[in-house]
């Protein structure tokens, strides 16, 4: 067997490169897409119950928070695979932290309505989504953007359904969004 | 490696190859998913594979996700150290050549 020349094996890294970093983003999309269908369900549940009975507001986010905690908890230990992994404290964790640091920004923040606050948590989960698409794919780019732009539309050209535009645009965007990155 | 690794030394399993090592432990890669990175025909995709699988650089799970049947792909411990060695191959004929 011939030993392949120096511009042959340049040639087979540059694909193995390209190959890995395909690999990469579809194993990323992969295990992000559940949790975005996950959370675009419960953004109709929190926002569309804030917006059409705001006194269950409450109970509405209290119960989307415990459920996105736990459910999301369960999909991070099936991430990637079919198999279900041991309890991961790991991912526990950055749940506890991401809860932690949405209530310290808040508190410092101190905003005035209701509003302000379905408008922040978002955009910071936006955020996330664009930083995460940086390392992993252009698909998380595009969802986090689009994330940011519907709710900052929704906040300032419809504040008085925010949470109606929200639930239904919003949620459907995550949903949608899922959905896209599994077709990858 | 004086020579290369006559497995891995072929166009579709060094693709494959490449495909599977970005995924952490244990984790698999479905058989279409793998289609689509690669861009194989089905025949000549799962041939190659059965070649790796023969020579212990994959495995292969085949199983049901829910009642759909599945094929699932994931690199060896063997197979993922007999990439590492062939890439090093392949730096090292870049950078004697570069030298």
Not at chain 1, 51 to 69: E, H, I, K, M, Q
Not at chain 1, 129 to 151: D, H, M, N, P, S
Not at chain 2, 47 to 56: C, D, F, M, P, V
Request: glycine share 10%; proline share 4%; charged share 15%.
């Amino acid at each position: 067997m011939t030993e392949p020349s120096r511009n042959e094996a340049a040639d087979a890294l540059r694909d193995i490169e390209q190959t890995q970093r395909k690999s990469y983003s579809v194993y990323g999309y992969k295990s992000a897409a559940p949790f975005l269908i996950l959370w675009g369900v419960l953004w109709i549940i929190g926002y569309g119950t804030t917006d059409l009975s705001p006194r269950y507001a409450g109970d509405a986010w209290l119960l989307v928070t415990v459920v996105g905690f736990v459910g999301s908890t369960l999909l991070g230990m099936r991430t990637g695979t079919a198999e279900r992994r041991p309890f991961s404290w790991r991912i526990f964790f950055s749940w506890i932290t991401a809860i932690v640091f949405f209530c310290a920004i808040i508190s410092v923040l101190k905003p005035t309505n209701g509003a302000q606050v379905g408008a922040v948590i978002p955009l910071l989960v936006a955020c996330g989504y664009v930083i995460l698409g940086i390392w992993i794919g252009a698909r998380l780019v595009v969802a986090g953007v689009v994330i940011a732009a519907l709710t900052l539309t929704g906040f300032y050209f419809l504040p008085q359904h925010f949470g109606l535009w929200m639930a239904a645009i919003g949620g459907a965007t995550l949903i949608g969004t899922g959905l896209w990155l599994r077709t990858v | 490696m004086d020579q290369p690794d006559q497995i891995i030394h072929q166009p579709v399993r060094l693709k494959i190859m490449a495909a599977l090592k970005p995924l952490p432990g244990d984790e698999m890669l479905e058989f279409v998913r793998l289609k689509s990175l690669i861009g194989a025909t089905e025949g000549n995709l799962g041939a190659h594979i059965g070649t790796l699988e023969q020579a212990g650089y994959v495995k292969v799970v085949k199983d049901f996700n829910g009642k759909k049947p599945r094929t699932r792909v994931a690199l060896t411990k063997q197979g993922r150290r007999a990439f590492e060695d062939y890439v090093t191959y392949l730096r090292g004929i870049v950078n004697s050549a570069q030298g």
